[in-house]
């Protein structure tokens, strides 16, 4: 297998963009991490996207054809790829396993998710067909009611605040203050979230990730071509992808996401590194809850000390591991399929120095879940 | 790049199964493709699945987590690919990609799709979400209004008659009565295709394929591995995958499908082969008019002259290049995540000599087209 660098960035603002679509969307993010990496349309010989649900979302497949239709790709290998909220993460995957294999020598990657402007469906409603249709679904579980869940037992099991779930929250607010692309650029406290909407208890309204129209790509290079086309390549020292049960209740334990957990051991493995060593980490915290569980499944705490440990301002920039630097999925926006590239985004501008929020890393971590757990992507960049 | 071998198939019975959903097609398709190939559920370490639209036709996407979990695949990697009606084709390729790079060695891959009994959408609506929503689907085109267009201008450019349309679906009716896997066993006449109820002028009922339940799925693994583990692999010479614009009007020539040249184009060059080497093969009838558009995209005819070789039999067992042995589309079913699957078990049947219409052939392609020719994917084996 080949090395393989991320050798450019695009992204679309995030946010309720009424009047942007689908295919707008991922076209400014295709053409723009094109034009970041210094090579032309005609120039990109594969795409790999990502997106939830182009049908129930915006009444369209086929993404694979219709994308590098629009974007000037026009006749290359193109493949979609879904996950539910992972397939951002997914695309990346495949692309660098594509360029890895010597198939092709320049990727892009992408993911991209329309969810505001829906017709017959509430996002809710779309949402949940990421959870199991025929033993969640169908009796009414969402996604805050599942993390619910999850967040009571962590409270029960380890005493685990509502206040430190909270602090999440405000620490990915305060970081998303310096990320123009991000959808909530205003600062908030504990008390705000606290007196949030109770949407499904403990998990109140400002626990919860937005919804959000976004999306996202990053151009992969094969060693050689990132040479000659890149000054400042960040190289994919390791990937790992695992899956788990779709539904919560048939886990060993609703506290530890297996996918999480087997996918980093594979990416730590294939890296030669450990938790210890990663400087940077952009998780995947759709409920505030979710940061938590995945402080602990990567390694970084001990099982059940995630909430003190945020709590103490130790994944704040400063703190031994800043964590979602770019406002994360709560601050910075949560379209779907585009989550796990912007993830990516932000990881490899902390290593080119170019984070709002520099932590001067030369070492990152992303982390993409789709559903409650039922799949879990995890790279990790260096320098 | 490695070798890589099928050594598994299975499949469900294709039909308007009602008392059966998408999950349980799946499963039914894997396990029976693992027992296939002599192995067990734990020997599997990674799974690609097509599907068209779990969301649309089912209310489930996330099949990626839910397929491997329901299947005793539990925490392997798994990846949904879409690329319409050629994500079959598309998962097959990129678990073959996959096995070639060394990542993994041994893989499913799978499609399935479920399109009756559904609630709030009609099928040709959700089908209509393969073309360009804001450009054909907006304006209420269909799939047989697309491919009506197309069989009328081969008809006047080069004197293609109904009649010879017809001799496609009566071919392929009279193959699929050896597939006891088959939607419809059950011969028919030119006359009975003329005298269908017209759906979109020139294409009658019996033109087009129908609307179909059903999931297949094949091992595939690395030379090694199929060595040691299978007396009769059959491997994949050459790997095809194209894309072109979404939509008709934006092609140079609506009669040629460039994405199919292209693809065809790439697997012949890796295989080394030329059309003239090709003894049989499965091609994408989604619609009378596609087969004739095929034999001439891949190369097997000159362009224009489709409608008489077929109408000579050329196409048939025991003709010059018999095609779509297995039924095709028209008549075995058409569910359309899982068709690209399908015709690489037929493919491999036929190199194996386990096909219902044997032809002793040695080398055998498959073809599979998303939408009205937006992706393309061939693939080519040998024994």
Redesign the interface.
């Known amino acids: ?1 080949r090395k393989v660098a991320v050798i450019g960035l695009g992204q679309t603002r995030f946010g309720q963009l009424w009047e942007r ?1 689908l ?1 707008s969307l991922s076209v400014e993010a295709g053409v723009k991490a094109v034009r970041d990496a210094g090579i032309s349309q005609k120039d990109v010989e594969v795409l790999y996207g990502g997106t ?5 979302f ?9 994308i ?2 629009y974007s000037g790709f ?11 909220c992972a397939s951002g993460g ?1 695309a990346l995957r ?1 692309a660098y ?2 360029i ?4 092709h020598d320049i990727a892009v990657a992408g993911g991209v998710e329309k969810m505001t402007d829906l017709g ?1 469906y509430s996002v809710t409603k ?1 949402l949940a ?6 033993s969640e ?1 169908i009796f009414g579980a969402t996604f805050p009611g599942l993390y619910a869940m999850m967040a009571k037992l962590h409270m029960h099991k380890y005493g685990t605040t509502e206040e430190q779930m909270a602090a999440v929250a405000v620490k990915n607010h305060k970081n998303a203050m310096t990320n123009k692309y991000a959808q909530f650029r205003k600062e908030i406290t504990v008390r705000d979230v606290m007196e949030s909407t109770l949407i499904s208890d403990p998990i109140k309204l400002l626990d919860a990730s937005p919804i959000t129209d976004g999306g996202a790509a990053v151009v992969l290079a094969s060693e050689e071509k990132a040479r000659e086309l890149s000054d400042t390549p960040v190289w994919i020292a390791g990937s790992g ?7 919560l209740h ?1 886990r060993e334990d609703i506290l530890t996401l ?2 999480t957990v ?1 996918a980093a051991k594979k990416a730590y493995e294939q890296a030669k590194l450990t938790p210890e060593d990663i400087q940077v980490a952009e998780v995947h915290d759709c409920f505030t809850i979710a940061e938590l569980l995945a402080l602990e499944d990567l390694g970084f705490v001990e099982k059940g000390s995630s909430g003190r440990f945020t709590e103490e301002g130790q994944t704040m920039v400063g703190g031994k591991i800043p964590v979602n630097t770019s406002g994360g999925l709560k601050a910075k926006g949560h379209p779907v399929g585009a989550t796990g590239i912007a993830q990516a985004i932000e990881a490899v501008k902390q290593l080119r120095g170019e984070a709002g929020n520099s932590t001067g890393a030369e070492i990152a971590l992303t982390h993409n879940v ?2 409650s757990g ?2 879990a992507v995890v790279h990790i960049f260096r320098r």
């Open positions: 297998m679509g295919t939830m649900s182009g049908g129930l915006a009444n369209q497949e086929h993404l694979a054809s219709k590098p239709d026009k006749n290359i290998p193109s493949v979609r790829v879904e996950a539910a997914l495949q396993l594509d890895a294999s010597g198939e017959n779309v067909t990421a959870a199991d249709t025929d679904g992808h695992a899956t788990d049960s779709i539904s048939d297996k996918a087997e789709g559903g039922g799949t």
